[in-house]
């Protein structure tokens, strides 16, 4: 959906827009929708300002990734409010280096005659995944010497314990002073 600032320019713009699996592009982002994602809110054309707009809303989608431990599949169900400002890309300085105020750092920028609402939801999505992502805080993981999903079928693989990874290179010395 299109938020079209000259429409803005006359009345604040309602959404309630449901999209369905697959219809987000995540862009090389290992991320799937697993349901219909559901946002509402309004955008508005901030009065005395120079295209000021600010976008609020809430949205609640079912999400899947790749599990960080064991590669399954993990299930991260989002609901979460947004409340966020924009300014006309036109207004940033063409210097070199801005310097910019506390209040500036929560604002972002659009071109043109407006911004699409899918990019927004994405942009929100994307900040609200946990950077690991795991199936469960239980998830054992896959082991690192047979490759077994250790969730599924335990392994007897012994792990090596950290301090004999020197142990070869202890044995040659020791054989070096016989």
């Known amino acids: 959906m299109f938020l079209s600032i000259q429409e ?12 369905a699996p697959g219809e987000l592009d995540f862009q090389d982002v290992e991320i799937w929708q697993a349901g219909p994602l559901h946002a509402q809110g309004t955008a508005e054309l901030l009065a005395n300002t120079e295209g000021e707009v600010r976008i609020q809303g809430r949205f609640d989608v079912r999400l899947e990734a790749e599990c960080d431990r064991c590669l399954g599949r993990a299930q991260f169900p989002l609901d979460a409010s947004f409340d966020l400002f ?5 207004t940033i300085a063409r210097a070199a280096e801005v310097e910019i105020d506390e209040g500036e ?39 690192p010497s047979c490759g077994k999903n250790r969730n599924e079928t335990p ?14 290179l202890e044995r040659l010395r020791d054989l070096k002073t016989l």
């Open 8 to 19: 803005m320019e006359f009345r604040k713009i309602r959404f309630d827009e449901t999209f």
């Open 86 to 90: 924009y300014r006309p890309v036109s």
């Open 105 to 143: 750092v929560e604002l972002a920028f659009y071109e043109g005659g407006g911004m699409e609402l899918e990019d927004i939801l994405r942009e929100q999505i994307l900040l609200l995944m946990p950077m690991q992502r795991v199936c469960s805080e239980e998830c054992k993981g896959i082991c």
């Open 155 to 168: 392994c007897d693989c012994k792990t090596e314990n950290a301090a004999d990874r020197w142990g070869a």
